[in-house]
């Protein structure tokens, strides 16, 4: 940074850098510190209402004020432009019956998957006397149907030292598809697929790949890959919702493909982007290889906007899936309960190593394992893996039930076996990734960490549970060539934590809740798990020393791409690499550098 000066008359703080003038900061004092912040409702440098048409004009009339989804069982919304009646009886029906669905949500243009970070001030109700205000939502969303309005988007919010959010499904934990006061760019509508057998790109590899459109979802895209002649099969996560060439690429992305090909980052290929400074350009092996292997994990919204991804796609493969649980039904006695848990991850190495990959839940007296994946095994080669887990918990005299399918294909399991994600529900995520060595070591250390995530508290006995998925990203792919943290490359259980918040938390009681997630269930993790590390797209934002918990030793590389393709931090997402001197204050408002 060149130079700073502070024109008090305007209150603006402007920055100065050797590469370009950025936008004006505004400036604001919050708790004893000075701030810059992006520009506001309300501040004098808020764009005026002619600025806004010229941007509504330039994308087309595809500029929308936002209005929550819940807004329809209220009578009016009190947003920050103005009130509005918004009562309507047909589509409130609507809003109620389809809030807990994640397709209906990730239609949604502005909507969150988890509604925590919309701060949960207009969800849908009997009585429609009830307030209805904006909460935590963006102020303006493009719908973008082109490139060119992402570029409208990026200049205008540039140019105008506005928050800025990149939202494609809202299939989002940690609050980064929503922010208060911003304007945000939609890129849902952006669908395109395209196959070929032999992909002619740079580099050395010649197979086959999959180009798609940013708003592409984990379900069109296996689908469409088992609709080839033959089938194809590509490396996305589990939950159908996902949008791939968003933050799932860009955080790293596991799936059940993942003890076979690596994380989704590995497999890619090529990106088509918009840059911070409004440029379109392609990353790849060749071109731009820096923000490339940024771009492979190194964090979502962070150095660009993705148009599109193009994936390696790999044979089909027959598959066989195995589902287990214990659960109330089998005892109601927790000791041996917790036993049958041990067991279970007790043999989570060997089924890593065996090339298994398998996603479960566990919360109070529920283990539940839906499923065991075996990529090209029959139901014979599972039976073998699982033979001896089996035989310990008859051994042990814990009753559980299992099942046992063969599929033709991966995408048929995919689509039998594995259950959809509930949407609405307002919860704080944390998560860590156990390694070979934590398992091998510290198993029982690690049951422990697992009860202190479902009690974590006296008052919140039962209150949290976790997702678990067991794979080893390194079990094929033995070194990373994305920029993900080089410890997933031994990993054995990435598992995800949540603790639910009531509906109309206070402040007092949200900030209670985070330090219980912080600092007693992901903390029991970590102490568990000295191997391990955290993922970018399901873990916590606020744990101490994130940048190591999520990049590991690719850290400082990924710092010094992040300020050469967006040093004025044009985008954000929390906890991403650069935002450092970012932080959102005033009650979880306004986004400002510390100065």
Aim: charged share 20%.
């Amino acid at each position: 940074m060149a130079g700073l000066w502070l024109f008090l008359g305007a209150s603006i703080l402007t920055l100065f850098s050797e590469a370009a003038s950025p936008p004006p900061l505004v400036l604001r004092t919050w708790d004893g510190i000075d701030y810059g912040c992006k520009c506001y409702l309300g501040d004098d440098c808020w764009p005026n209402e002619s600025a806004w048409a010229g941007l509504n004009s330039t994308v087309e009339g595809n500029l929308q004020i936002v209005i929550p989804p819940g807004a329809a069982c209220h009578n009016t919304f009190e947003g920050p432009l103005g009130t509005l009646s918004t009562y309507d009886a047909e589509a409130c029906a609507d809003v109620t019956n389809n809030f807990v669905s994640e397709s209906w949500t990730t239609e949604r243009p502005e909507a969150a998957l988890w509604t925590y970070f919309t701060n949960d001030t207009c969800r849908p109700t009997g009585n429609p006397e009830e307030p209805c205000t904006l909460g935590n939502y963006g102020v303006y969303l493009i719908l973008a149907q082109t490139k060119d309005h992402i570029k409208a988007g990026i200049d205008f919010a540039r140019e105008k030292n506005l928050r800025l959010v990149i939202r494609n499904t809202g299939h989002d934990f940690i609050g980064r598809s929503t922010g208060w006061g911003s304007l945000v760019i939609n890129t849902h509508s952006f669908q395109d697929l395209s196959f070929t057998t032999k992909y002619d790109g740079p580099g050395h590899y010649k197979g086959g790949a999959v180009t798609m459109g940013a708003g592409v979802q984990g379900s069109a895209l296996l689908g469409e890959a088992n609709a080839q002649n033959p089938p194809v099969a590509v490396l996305t996560g589990e939950c159908p919702t996902v949008g791939v060439a968003g933050g799932l690429v860009q955080g790293g992305g596991h799936g059940p493909l993942t003890p076979t090909y690596g994380l989704t980052a590995d497999t890619a290929l090529s990106f088509d982007v918009v840059t911070a400074d409004g440029e379109f350009l392609t990353a790849n092996s060749e071109e731009n290889t820096d923000l490339f292997w940024a771009l492979k994990g190194g964090g979502p919204s962070t150095y660009a906007v993705v148009l599109s991804v193009t994936l390696k796609t790999f044979p089909e493969q027959k598959s066989t899936g195995v589902i287990f649980s214990i659960n109330a039904t089998h005892t109601s006695d927790i000791d041996v309960f917790w036993d049958g848990v041990k067991s279970f991850h007790k043999f989570s190495n060997h089924f890593v190593d065996s090339g298994l990959y398998a996603y479960f839940e566990l919360m109070a007296l529920r283990l539940q394992v839906q499923p065991f994946v075996g990529f090209g095994k029959t139901s014979e080669d599972m039976a073998a893996i699982l033979k001896p887990f089996f035989e310990e918990l008859e051994k042990k005299g814990i009753a559980y039930d299992t099942v046992s399918k063969e599929f033709d294909t991966l995408y048929d399991l995919y689509t039998d076996l594995f259950e959809g994600e509930a949407a609405g529900t307002s919860a704080l995520t944390g998560g860590w990734m156990f390694a070979h060595e934590d398992v091998e070591r510290n198993n029982d250390e690690i049951i422990e960490a697992f009860k202190t995530v479902v009690s974590p508290r006296e008052d919140l006995a039962n209150q949290g549970f976790m997702i678990g998925h067991l794979w080893d990203a390194g079990h094929t792919v033995k070194v990373s060539n994305s920029a993900t943290n080089p410890r997933f490359r031994k990993s054995t259980n990435f598992a995800i934590v949540a603790l639910p918040v009531p509906f109309g938390a206070t402040l007092d009681q949200k900030a209670d809740l985070q330090n219980v997630l912080t600092h007693v269930q992901d903390d029991a993790m970590r102490k568990a798990g000295p191997n391990g590390c955290a993922y970018i797209n399901e873990g916590d934002p606020y744990q101490p020393d994130w940048q190591d918990h999520f990049w590991g030793s690719e850290y400082p590389k990924l710092l010094k791409i992040r300020k050469k393709w967006d040093p004025h931090g044009v985008f954000y997402a929390v906890s991403t690499p650069g935002t450092e001197d970012w932080e959102v204050i005033e009650y979880g408002t306004r986004l400002c550098r510390k100065i």
